[in-house]
């Protein structure tokens, strides 16, 4: 398959889960967020096989920058959550439950397939020829945008609550979030910063907090 298929593919494996799971089964969030990563973890094996990718040598690679860059995008995008609507958060070990499954798993899961893998098939599948000079990292780079805003859109596409003007939010949320994953180079840019607007969300109440789809 041609690298950047791998992108249309990611937009399509996230549809059908926020459709399948939520638009149509109505499934709750807890179940949605286990069946929604078994999906993505099978699509992911696949294409690391299919692009040889080893995501060791991503992760390893300037791991400092894109930890700060996480840590920055990711405090941003809290402060949008915190400007929300707030509602009732759960207490002792049920909260402890909600930030590890709603806000670190969840969280990941959506970075992975929104951000990173589009990152890495429309960018980083590049011969390195395309990206010595910046003209062409430039314009490879708004490709990979482009193709992260696919993403995020079939996959909110899917859940009722974003068929309308409630899409803009998730769209501008991840363009950032692949902008500091394209500046940085590491997929933790990406994954950090996922993880602390979910957490947030999690902390701020996540019968409000859009987020943390679905919501019925």
Known sequence: MPAAMWTLVA???GFAA???FSGLLHWPRSTFVLAYGVLV???MVLFVRGLQFRLTDQFGRRWPAGLVAGLLVGLLLAHNVLGQPAS???AGADLVVAVLWYGVIYGAI???LLSVVPVLSLYGSRPPADLQRASGRLRWGLVAVAGSLLVTALYHLGFEEFRGAGLLGPLIGNA??????LLTG???AAVVSHIIMHCTAVWHGMATAIQLPPHY
């Open 11 to 13: 937009g399509l494996v």
């Open 41 to 43: 973890a099978g699509f």
């Open 18 to 20: 926020s459709l399948l």
């Open 88 to 90: 009732a958060r759960p």
């Open 186 to 188: 590491n997929p933790l």
């Open 110 to 112: 959506d970075a992975v």
């Open 176 to 181: 950032l979030i692949t902008v500091a994953y």
